[in-house]
């Protein structure tokens, strides 16, 4: 008889699919927003944020603020809270990043919004997840030009260096521009904002990236009487070889209905193509009328922008937090959604979307395919079993790795 259940696996490129998760809902975060995510190709990482609902899946009061550290394994398709110590405070709107095993927090507030800012930084070292008592938070001490202490700021790193563009204290908007030597652990400021006409507005809850020595700005916002939300028919772009702002006029894509670029919009995401970080890849947001859904491809070199018209999110979202796996795999989690059955979620999503921006090795679409047809039989396999099995090394590894993550797998 054929087996009307079986499906076959399809490597689709620029196509989203809602990630599986964890059966029981006593596992799974709760829906979030202002939130951050980073990623490796084993785990989705996911600190902080916020959600208005008060009690979780077991009925039982949280506080609003989610002072907490996630992690969502892509082979299992399971999530685990990672035990961690002295976690920072200021969980929504902050920055993170990740260099090797070392997950960096910066800024960000804490709730009510605003009563209290961050120019901190905090090192933990996700390598220690394991130990007793778990991994530890490290704030950072740092010297020179301290930036002020902000949230919604844009944050980049290359190299020994973070960079720190804008952000909000809740009532007053930047656009300094600061840069951290990691090595010498000293603030510089590289440019103090003057309301010069070739500056970017200051602003919060932009998107930030780096290519050949130049940081461009992508959207962001400000409040106050008229909420303001900026555009992308020009991009605003800080060289750091002569520490000057400059605008570059953005080509529209005359292939969808003007204007051809993204419509204004702040807390949105972005990500850079590891393979090709010339593409900047922009999705959600929100410009105080509208979430949205849509997915644009900016080109660096060309300043081209191009509308994926196939390549949408499930829902509009925003307040979301995306980030982009080493093999360029997107994934956007959480937000805010607009649709009705979520409102029991505080209007919060805590789907993982996932859509590959390249094409990866052909070794990566294999290993996707043995998940997919062979999950059970691997992650139940006994160790001498999977060395039979003559899988490589990286794989088998990362076999050994998930099953920490479930320990009722077999050992």
């Not at 009061?61 to 002295?86: P, T």
């Not at 997915?295 to 829902?315: A, S």
């Not at 047809?373 to 001498?384: T, V």
Request: proline share 6%; charged share 20%; aromatic share 12%.
């Amino acid at each position: 008889m054929p087996n009307h259940n079986f499906s076959m696996y399809k490597f689709k490129p620029f196509h989203f699919t809602v990630l599986k998760k964890n059966h029981d809902p006593f596992k799974l975060p709760l829906a979030r927003s202002g939130h951050r995510v980073v990623c490796t190709d084993e785990y989705l990482i996911s600190y902080g944020g916020f959600n208005p609902q008060t009690t979780n899946a077991n009925g039982v009061r949280v506080s609003s603020a989610l002072r907490e550290l996630w992690k969502y394994c892509f082979d299992l398709g399971e999530w685990k809270i990672i035990m961690c110590q002295d976690v920072p405070q200021e969980l929504a709107s902050s920055s993170v990043t990740l260099s090797g095993s070392i997950i960096i927090i910066y800024g960000g507030t804490g709730v009510p919004f605003g009563a209290f800012c961050s120019n901190r930084m905090f090192l933990g070292n996700l390598a220690n997840e394991y130990e007793l008592g778990g991994m530890k938070f490290e704030e950072l001490q740092v010297s020179g030009a301290i930036p002020m202490p902000l949230y919604g700021q844009g944050v980049v790193m290359d190299g020994k260096y973070i960079f720190s563009i804008g952000g909000t204290s809740g009532n007053q908007y930047e656009m300094d521009v600061h840069r951290l030597d990691l090595s010498t652990r000293e603030w510089e400021l590289l440019y103090h904002a003057r309301g010069e006409v070739h500056e970017p507005e200051p602003r919060y809850r932009h998107e930030v990236v780096f290519y050949n020595d130049r940081i461009y700005i992508f959207g962001g916002g400000r409040g106050g009487p008229n909420n303001i939300y900026y555009g992308f028919s020009k991009i605003h772009m800080f060289d750091l070889t002569i520490k000057q702002w400059d605008f570059l006029p953005a080509k529209q894509d005359h292939k969808v209905p003007r204007p051809g670029y993204p419509n204004n919009r702040s807390c949105h995401s972005c990500v850079q193509c590891p393979e090709n970080p010339n593409l900047v890849y922009v999705c959600g947001g929100f410009n105080g009328l509208r979430a949205f859904n849509d997915v644009w491809r900016f080109d660096l070199n060309t300043l081209q922008w191009e509308k994926l018209t196939k390549c949408t999110l499930p829902r509009p979202v925003y307040f979301h937090s995306t980030a982009v796996t080493p093999a360029g795999r997107m994934c956007c989690y959480g937000g805010i959604v607009s649709a009705d059955d979520l409102q029991i979620a505080g209007g919060r999503s805590n789907d993982i979307t996932s859509a590959w921006i390249t094409i990866p090795k052909l070794k990566i679409i294999s290993w996707e395919a043995m998940v997919h047809y062979f999950k059970e039989q691997m992650f139940e396999s006994s160790i001498e079993q999977l060395k039979k099995m003559g899988l490589p090394r990286e794989f088998y590894n990362r076999i050994i790795e998930a099953r920490r993550i479930n320990p009722s797998l077999r050992q």
